[in-house]
């Protein structure tokens, strides 16, 4: 099995950026799909962005296209979520997850999708 460990969270003034990171172990995530949730005080888990295992596709909420960059490095294991612009509405514990499912057999964006998790880190957006 997958071992999730996110960092990079942190306070940040609205307009800011963070880098979050998130260290595999266990298992390569060549073989994973990776994925970026958050969810706020109250709120459900949201989806954020995905990156597929086989090409490299990547995919993004609505809300996060255009400043949010997904990423992966193979050799170190880890994928980042770079998050430019930030709201205060935004802030969240961000979680890392990862996926052995095929994109065409089920829906990335529901946490269902998803075989292993990461403890998540806070971000928090200061208005």
């Known amino acids: 099995q997958v071992q999730l460990v996110e960092s990079g969270g942190g306070l940040v003034q609205a307009g800011g950026s963070l880098r979050l990171s998130c260290a595999a172990s266990?298992?390569?995530?060549?073989?994973?799909?990776m994925g970026w949730f958050r969810q706020a005080p109250g709120k459900e888990r949201e989806f954020v962005a995905v990156i597929s295992w086989s090409v490299g596709s990547t995919y993004y909420s609505d809300s996060v296209k255009g400043r949010f960059t997904i990423s992966r490095d193979n050799a170190k294991n880890t994928v980042y979520l770079q998050m430019n612009s930030l709201k205060p509405e935004e802030t969240a514990v961000y979680y890392c997850?990862?996926?052995?499912?095929?994109?065409?057999?089920?829906?990335?964006?529901?946490?269902?999708?998803?075989?292993?998790w990461g403890q998540g880190t806070q971000v928090t957006v200061s208005s």
């Open positions: 997850a990862a996926s052995r499912r095929s994109f065409g057999s089920s829906w990335y964006a529901s946490t269902g999708f998803y075989d292993y």
């Open positions: 266990g298992r390569t995530i060549s073989s994973y799909s």
